[in-house]
């Protein structure tokens, strides 16, 4: 139980074009998610907290108007990163705390741009 | 602010080898304690994990002792095989944040 399903788990796209990511929770409800980024050799840095039905919160330094984050519904949460550019090449992973359970990953997004 | 620091990589080492993997943090209150693992292509997957003091996590033959007066939770194996090679994570949680350390990348040959 309590596994979340993230799509896509790879993607190479141009510079300046949007790509979406998406975590859905397929046997519980999602509250709150959080969205993670991982660079080469380095350790997961949290970028965001989403809220079912509200804002996200952002990490400083993290742009809020380059990383949108929709948690629109209690078991997708999705991220969008708009006028993708090659540094922002990355793993891109989120987490969802569940009750009774602890928190559960999704399996990655490897984002590549071009 | 809380902080986790991990004993860099890469580690090679030969199947049924000792693994150690040092790991320390830096936090207030009482955090819980984690290691992660995550293989070749996929996510990140909880290993064992202790929530208070002289907890040992164990799984897997993996074992971890959470050391409040050392501040450490340094993972171990006996005998390492080639299936666990992986990157592996620890981590902390204060609150409803991790923070993770930097991960150490495993080889283990035949």
């Known amino acids: 139980g309590a596994v979340v399903s993230q799509h896509p788990s790879w993607v190479i796209c141009k510079s300046g074009t949007s790509v979406k990511i998406e975590c859905r929770s397929l046997d519980f409800q999602a509250t709150t998610m959080f969205w993670y980024r991982q660079f080469p050799k380095q350790s997961l840095m949290l970028m965001a907290t989403s809220n079912e039905g509200s804002k996200a919160t952002y990490e400083q330094g993290v742009e809020k108007d380059k990383f949108l984050i929709n948690h629109a519904s209690l078991t997708l949460s999705t991220l969008t990163v708009t006028s993708a550019h090659p540094e922002d090449s990355s793993f891109y992973i989120c987490?969802?705390?569940?009750?009774?359970?602890?928190?559960?990953f999704g399996s990655g997004t490897r984002l590549t741009v071009v | 602010g809380d902080s986790v620091t991990q004993m860099e990589g890469p580690v090679t080492l030969s199947e049924e080898a000792f693994l150690t993997i040092n790991c320390t943090y830096t936090a207030t209150g009482y955090p819980s304690l984690f290691w992660y693992v995550q293989y070749p292509g996929e996510g990140l997957q909880l290993l064992l994990k202790a929530t208070k003091a002289d907890d040992k996590g164990s799984n897997k033959g993996f074992e971890a002792t959470y050391r409040k007066e050392t501040t450490s939770f340094h993972l171990e194996k006996g005998s390492v095989q080639v299936s666990d090679s992986a990157v592996y994570f620890c981590?902390?949680?204060?609150?409803?944040?991790?923070?993770f350390g930097t991960g150490t990348s495993l080889t283990v040959i035949p």
């Open positions: 987490s969802a705390a569940v009750t009774g359970y602890g928190y559960t």
């Open positions: 981590a902390l949680r204060g609150g409803n944040q991790f923070y």
